[in-house]
């Protein structure tokens, strides 16, 4: 039986009477704060409150939150923000290393969270107890990774993919970054579509990071992902670049799914670069497609909307795998 992907079918307004705070609000560099908020809010949430370490900063997100219609108010202290505006949910759009710190305090205060990948820049003992903490409590805590929100399209594109034969999988990225940061933003992107395709315990090893060429001495690398008895041989590459929108696309063996991306307007659409042999040459096959953001919040707000109900919020085990995962990869790289 051929792979089946879940399609893109969820209720209308899944955040309906939740309250939401954002932490990193502002557009800068490639922030997704701004957008995680509009999304929250256009899901029936009420984005109530932005903190952040200066008021000047967290002003001007309030500022720019405005032109969406979402007033929220600004603080530079998470307990104040907490009293006056009692949010049941956490956005954390801030840079990776602060993320432990909003964690931890939004652990205390017993909220749900999204969290921005790489969810943790080191993972130890005590992150793996924090994400227990959440679900013994019955919050919800999520990465931000949207990729596995591609999945639908790439069925689409290649309605016969069969995850049992496949042998090789690629990744292409841009990110801006260099060096070991990059690696910590990038590697939460390809380990979460292997997880959503190849279900179940996942070790990795034969890790290598290579020089593409010389002025990209460490934008490749390779690794064996292997699940139950089957390996698969894994490429990331880091492509330098300044064209926008940013190049990337994935493979499982040689069928492809990369991302157009139409501006203005922000219209999502996803093809094969080619055209399989047995349909002739020509160009690629192409299917639209939903924004990856919109689908990874909603599917956040389903699920923090049923842990309301219910008061149980499963651990997500995959996503303590991928931090264990991320971290053997990272403890590999040499600069």
């Known amino acids: ?63 720019q939150l405005k032109e969406w219609g979402i007033s929220a108010k600004p603080f530079t202290h998470f307990e104040p923000m907490v009293r006056e505006t009692h949010p049941d949910v956490l956005i954390v759009a801030s840079p990776a290393g602060t993320h432990r710190s909003w964690l931890e305090a939004a652990a205390e205060s017993g909220m749900h969270v999204l969290c921005e990948k790489p969810l943790l820049a080191l993972f130890d003992d005590a992150g793996k107890e924090m994400l227990r903490r959440f679900s013994a409590q019955g919050k919800v805590l999520a990465e931000n990774c949207q990729w596995p929100f591609t999945l639908f399209s790439f069925q689409q594109l290649h309605p016969s993919f069969d995850p049992s034969k496949v042998k090789r999988f690629r990744m292409l990225l841009s990110p801006q970054d260099r060096g070991r940061t990059r690696w910590l933003e990038t590697l939460s992107h390809p380990l979460s579509l292997l997880q959503d395709v190849f279900h179940g315990p996942a070790k990795i090893s034969e890790i290598r990071y290579e020089e593409v060429s010389s002025s990209a001495p460490d934008a490749r690398l390779n690794f064996l992902f292997t699940v139950f008895d089957q390996e698969i041989h894994c490429e990331v590459l880091l492509e330098d670049t300044n064209r ?73 085990e995959s996503l303590l795998r991928r931090q264990q995962l991320m971290e053997k990869l990272l403890a590999a790289y040499r600069p």
């Not at 991306?261 to 080619?274: A, L, N, R, V």
Request: net charge positive; hydrophobic share 40%.
């Open 1 to 63: 039986m051929a792979w089946t992907a879940t399609p893109a079918i969820h209720p209308r307004l899944p955040a309906m009477g939740l309250r939401v705070a954002v932490v990193g609000a502002r557009r800068v560099r490639n922030g997704t704060g701004p957008y995680l908020a509009r999304e929250a809010s256009a899901l029936g949430a009420e984005v109530v409150s932005v903190v952040g370490t200066r008021l000047s900063s967290t002003e001007t997100a309030c500022t």
């Open 244 to 316: 926008l929108p940013r190049p990337a696309e994935f493979a499982f063996d040689d069928m492809v799914c990369r991302r157009r991306i139409e501006i203005p307007g922000y219209h999502f659409s996803f093809d094969t670069g080619f055209k399989p042999i047995e349909l002739g040459d020509g160009p690629a096959l192409s299917v639209k497609a939903e924004d990856p953001l919109h689908l990874r919040m909603t599917e956040f707000m389903i699920r923090v909307s049923q842990a309301v109900k219910t008061g149980n919020a499963p651990l997500d």
